[in-house]
């Protein structure tokens, strides 16, 4: 009985460690990539033509200034970025608009258009002297 129950917690340890090196190796990042527009001069700003998603009280939806239906989002995205090499969507939401339709709205953004770059507009980022978005360098894969 005793090698029994010996032989169980060996063999529940080692499945358990196992499991553990199991999901080190196979980690994948989860959840959504948040990237806040970074703050700039108005001499750095450019020429670029800024698309802006923007998520109305209502639960309606505006590109730049034009109101769209929430069955043509898809189509609409689709449409403004089929001949665009910089595929940058800056997303502004109402104080009121869930964090769950916030997401909604990039996820519908995401599955139209490939290489899509998405980021979160927020208030202080608005009163800057225009849009301009820096990634940040990729970081080394440190060791856990």
Same mark, same amino acid.
């Given at each position: 009985?005793?090698?029994?129950?010996?032989?169980l917690?060996?063999?529940?340890? *080692?499945?358990?460690?196992g499991?553990r *090196?199991? &999901?080190?190796? @196979?980690?994948k990042?989860?959840?959504?990539?948040? &990237?806040?527009?970074?703050?700039?001069?108005?001499s750095?700003?450019?020429?670029?033509d800024?698309? *802006?998603?923007?998520?109305?009280?209502?639960?309606s939806?505006?590109?730049n200034?034009?109101?769209? /239906?929430?069955? @043509?989002?898809?189509?609409?995205?689709?449409?403004?970025?089929?001949?665009?090499?910089e595929?940058?969507l800056?997303?502004?939401?109402?104080?009121?608009v869930?964090?769950?339709?916030v997401?909604?709205?990039?996820?519908?953004?995401?599955?139209?258009?490939?290489?899509?770059? *998405?980021?979160?507009?927020?208030p202080?980022?608005?009163?800057? /002297?225009?849009?301009?978005?820096?990634?940040? /360098?990729?970081?080394? @894969?440190?060791?856990?």
């Open positions: 009985m005793r090698w029994t129950l010996r032989i917690l060996v063999a529940t340890a *080692v499945l358990t460690l499991l *090196v199991s &999901k080190r190796l @196979n980690h990042p989860l959840g959504l990539s948040v &990237k806040l527009i970074a703050h700039t001069s108005l750095q700003c450019g020429d670029s800024v698309i *802006v998603l923007q998520l109305l009280n209502d639960r939806f505006r590109i200034s034009e109101s769209i /239906p929430i069955e @043509n989002l898809r189509g609409q995205l689709r449409e403004i970025f089929r001949s665009r090499a595929r940058v800056l997303v502004r939401a109402d104080p009121e869930s964090f769950q339709e997401v909604t709205a990039i996820d519908i953004a995401q599955g139209a258009i490939s290489n899509l770059y *998405v980021a979160l507009l927020t202080e980022a608005e009163r800057e /002297p225009c849009f301009y978005i820096t990634r940040r /360098p990729e970081l080394p @894969n440190l060791p856990r």
